[in-house]
């Protein structure tokens, strides 16, 4: 019995030795799939091992990558331009490459992605696909709606990364678009340049304007504004600490109830439009009072048959460093060599006292645009 018993117990206890030994992997030199799986984590919430992208352009710092990305800098809309198709193409064919490379990798999409939406941009002809283009009012609608859902609701975190809205808004359920549009403003904090086209023939202009900007006092990051001129008075209210006016029809100038609206409303403008040679006598010595920030001065020249204007009232404005003669209708020579003549004779007076360097452009029709640089110190021909 008691030998029965002990070739029991031997028996058992070498299956149980054979059954450890079983279980304890075989040792051996290591593979390159397990050197491949050391390289693998598993991501929460991923049903399989993501590989870490560990060389490349992945892995630069961010000073490196920002060095990269200042070789293809974002292009700027023309602010007196109705819309520039070039620039808008270019800003397209940008974002189309930048989307690409964030979607690489996490460490290139958090570093991209602020890039991609710095500029806020629907107009009539825009390309928003490869194959999709903005031909009617529904479709600018949507596509604003859209771009301004995903950084206000979907990744509310790109808010900030805004600085540019330049977009056209049309008849299509206008109020509802407005009131939306001006919802994400208030919440760009960074954003310093709004272009705002107004389509609107079909509503009362005030009426829409109101219900779209009334509920928000002010806009007080907005330093540059581009517009169509009537609509000065209703949307300037709103943008106390704008610096700079422009108007999206080049030939539109700023009448004088508009120039002194702009004193009450805008007491940091920095650059006026003035028709050249109406009441320039009278109002300039006026201007001087009220817009006493003035650095960018244009000059609108709009008939040829009148007699030389006197234009030394220009130096009053002593922080003045550009002046451009935009030229629209031909002019007796002799009477614009005596307008150039001018205009240099008072920046070069302005230049004596703050010594620095300042610029004139001409602007003549269908001619090559002129600049004419007076720089400090003056360069003397021998």
């Not at 200042?70 to 007196?80: F, M, V």
């Not at 120039?259 to 439009?273: G, K, M, V, W």
Request: with cysteine; charged share 25%; net charge positive.
């Amino acid at each position: 019995m008691k030998k029965g018993s002990r070739s029991l117990n031997s028996k058992g206890s070498l299956e149980m030795k054979k059954a450890e030994e079983s279980s304890v992997p075989e040792t051996g030199p290591p593979s390159n799939a397990s050197n491949k799986s050391s390289r693998r984590r598993k991501l929460p919430g991923s049903p399989s091992p993501v590989r870490e992208n560990t060389t490349g352009l992945a892995i630069l710092p961010d000073e490196l990558l920002l060095e990269i990305l200042s070789y293809y800098p974002e292009s700027e809309p023309d602010p007196n331009e109705e819309y520039s198709k070039e620039d808008a193409d270019a800003h397209f064919a940008r974002r189309e490459r930048l989307i690409t490379l964030s979607q690489t990798c996490r460490n290139l999409r958090r570093f991209l992605r602020p890039y991609v939406w710095r500029r806020i941009e629907v107009f009539t002809g825009m390309r928003v696909s490869a194959g999709e283009v903005l031909d009617n009012q529904e479709k600018l609608a949507l596509e604003l709606l859209r771009q301004l859902e995903i950084v206000t609701i979907r990744d509310s975190e790109l808010a900030e990364y805004v600085n540019v809205v330049n977009v056209v808004v049309e008849d299509h359920h206008v109020r509802n678009v407005l009131r939306e549009l001006t919802r994400c403003l208030a919440i760009f904090p960074n954003m310093h340049t709004l272009k705002l086209d107004l389509k609107i023939p079909a509503h009362p202009f005030d009426q829409v304007i109101t219900y779209g900007f009334g509920r928000h006092k002010s806009f007080p990051q907005i330093r540059s504004i581009t517009l169509r001129s009537y609509c000065c008075a209703s949307l300037l209210r709103f943008v106390p600490n704008v610096r700079n006016i422009y108007f999206i029809a080049p030939k539109e100038s700023q009448p004088e109830s508009h120039l002194l609206a702009y004193a009450s409303c805008c007491p940091r403008l920095e650059n006026i439009r003035i028709l050249v040679p109406f009441n320039f006598t009278q109002l300039a010595a006026r201007f001087v009072e009220q817009f006493p920030n003035i650095r960018d001065l244009t000059l609108q020249f709009t008939y040829g048959n009148f007699t030389q204007i006197d234009l030394s009232s220009i130096s009053n404005y002593r922080d003045l460093k550009i002046v451009r003669m935009d030229v629209l209708h031909p002019m007796d020579s002799q009477i614009w060599e005596g307008y150039r003549s001018q205009v240099k004779d008072a920046l070069l007076d302005i230049q004596n006292g703050d010594k620095e360097e300042k610029t004139i452009v001409v602007r003549v029709e269908s001619q090559p645009k002129e600049v004419i640089t007076l720089p400090w110190p003056p360069i003397f021909k021998l």
